[in-house]
């Protein structure tokens, strides 16, 4: 079993693969266009190709796991923010479903408890905001990635990999 960790945004989306429970590789990318709708479709062009290169290479199931929109941040309600992720995470399901994947969403809190094993914010002298640090730390030690990496995104999109094994009940069906 494979699984896809995405932690999308509009200014650099993280994916990583993980292979039963084992992470093999990550990444990230930067969607290029100057509105959302064309970093969409930057977006969906880069996750069509890459999917399709880890599907190709397997006859195992792929199942892609992507971060649930929260619906507050930082003490309040962002309409603007939750209709531009949503069509982002709309992407990322066209894309899986096209492709013949399992497609599924897991809360912020939910992998962060499971996989890094803490939801605090964590003081560092890395100049690293203190809510991302964990996660940082986290990948660094998983050997995929550099002592010196600052990727967040990619870093979390190492830890949603690994959800696959470690809180699947607390994964979303999104193509139901």
């Not at 084992?22 to 990444?27: D, G, H, N």
């Not at 999917?51 to 962002?78: C, F, N, P, Q, W």
């Not at 605090?120 to 690293?128: G, S, V």
Request: charged share 25%; proline share 2%.
């Amino acid at each position: 079993m494979y699984c896809i960790g995405i932690d999308q945004s509009y200014t650099n989306t993280g994916i990583a693969i993980s292979k039963d429970g084992v992470l093999l590789s990550a990444t990230s990318h930067k969607p290029k266009g100057k509105c959302k709708a064309a970093k969409r479709l930057n977006a969906y062009d880069f996750l069509m190709l890459y999917l399709t290169e880890v599907k190709h290479g397997t006859e195992d199931d792929v199942a892609v796991v992507y971060e649930r929109i929260r619906m507050h941040s930082g003490g309040h309600i962002s309409m603007p923010y939750i209709i531009a992720t949503a069509a982002l995470c709309g992407t990322i399901q066209e894309v899986a479903h096209e492709l013949g994947m399992q497609c599924y969403s897991v809360d912020t809190r939910a992998w962060k408890k499971a996989v890094i094993g803490t939801t605090e914010k964590l003081a560092n002298m890395d100049k690293i905001q203190p809510e991302k640090y964990p996660t940082i730390l986290w990948a660094r030690k998983q050997g995929i990635v550099q002592d010196d990496e600052r990727d967040n995104d990619k870093c979390d999109a190492m830890a949603i990999s690994q959800t696959w094994w470690r809180c699947n009940n607390m994964l979303k069906d999104e193509l139901k």
